[in-house]
């Protein structure tokens, strides 16, 4: 965790530029920095209406950029926010993937995935990482950050679409397992997307030996350790501390995996 620049009180920026990725995608930048590292998080928050967690899609120490889906009562207002207007932001909060230099890093991304693994791959080439990024949506009109990973040098892009209109036909842990038999060696998984998929990336990560880190989601308010809200079954890890990117080793432990989460009074949603 970055402690040095985290602030658990939120500062207000104003968006300064606004991209429309997909109907319902989009990537706010603003012109201050969390000193995030690639994984971590952020609390978003539009005054008067809530706070939600987001992953920082990128942060050079000038800029930082959130990138999301809207979804709900808290999204659908952020998405209707303009350039110049103001949003709250605390963090850089929670752990982040952690690599050696010159490692060979599949980067598997679902979702609103693409953009903290385009920070990852960003940041990982920097220290002579060989980087292949797996990116997978349901079809060609939901890909992100297919032109910011395609730029970037030593980034091997593989895209799967679960209809085939684009790349692989089927789901990116199929497109890397098929790679994987193929002969293709790597040194570490990273994943961030929905549940359902970061199973996926568990039990290939276990079948083929591959060490993993997986980027974990449950319901977050303080964002710091200290509500209690995103504990996980049966450890009581607080995944806004010890997540949200957590080894495989630990996520087998975590028995509500994949089955279930809790919503913002603890009650359990099966997935
Ligand atoms: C570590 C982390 C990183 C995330 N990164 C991103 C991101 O980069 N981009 C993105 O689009 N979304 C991200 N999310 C999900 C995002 O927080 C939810 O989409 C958002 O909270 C929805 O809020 P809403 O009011 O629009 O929708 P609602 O209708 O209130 O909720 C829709 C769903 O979002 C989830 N949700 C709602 N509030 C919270 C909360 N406080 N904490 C966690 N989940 C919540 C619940 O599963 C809920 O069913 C992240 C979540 C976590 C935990
Ligand atoms: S969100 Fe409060 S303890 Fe994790």
């Not at 920026?13 to 920095?33: A, G, L, M, P």
């Not at 959130?66 to 103001?86: H, P, Q, R, Y």
């Not at 303080?222 to 806004?240: Q, W």
Request: glycine share 10%; charged share 20%; proline share 3%.
């Amino acid at each position: 965790m970055n402690t040095q620049s985290q602030s658990r009180l939120p500062t207000t920026h104003r968006i300064v530029d606004i991209k429309q990725e997909t109907d319902h995608v989009q990537t706010f930048t603003f012109n201050t920095s969390l000193g995030a590292k690639p994984g971590q998080f952020a609390m978003v928050w539009l005054p008067g209406v809530d706070e939600v967690p987001m992953s920082i899609a990128y942060d050079d120490g000038k800029q930082i950029r959130i990138t999301f889906f809207a979804v709900g009562d808290m999204t659908k207002k952020l998405a209707k926010s303009a350039v110049g207007d103001l949003v709250g932001l605390r963090g850089a909060f929670g752990s982040n993937y952690e690599w050696e230099k010159g490692q060979k890093l599949a980067l598997l991304a679902g979702g609103y995935g693409a953009a903290p693994m385009y920070f990852a791959a960003h940041e990982a080439i920097k220290d002579g990482c060989d980087v292949h990024v797996f990116v997978g949506a349901r079809s060609k009109e939901h890909l992100l950050y297919l032109d910011e990973l395609s730029s970037l040098k030593n980034v091997t892009l593989h895209v799967a679409t679960d209809d085939g209109s684009q790349g692989f036909k089927g789901f990116n842990v199929q497109d890397i397992n098929k790679v994987i038999k193929g002969g293709e060696k790597f040194d570490q998984l990273f994943a961030c997307g929905p549940e359902r998929m970061l199973v996926a990336v568990s039990q290939l990560s276990c079948d083929h030996q591959v060490p993993s880190q997986l980027s974990l989601e449950r319901y977050m308010k303080c964002g710091y350790g200290l509500c209690g809200n995103c504990v996980v079954d049966p450890l009581g890890i607080r995944l806004c501390i010890d997540g949200p990117v957590v080894h495989n080793d630990v996520c087998v432990k975590i028995t509500e995996f994949g089955k279930y989460h809790r919503d913002g009074v603890g009650r359990k949603i099966a997935f």
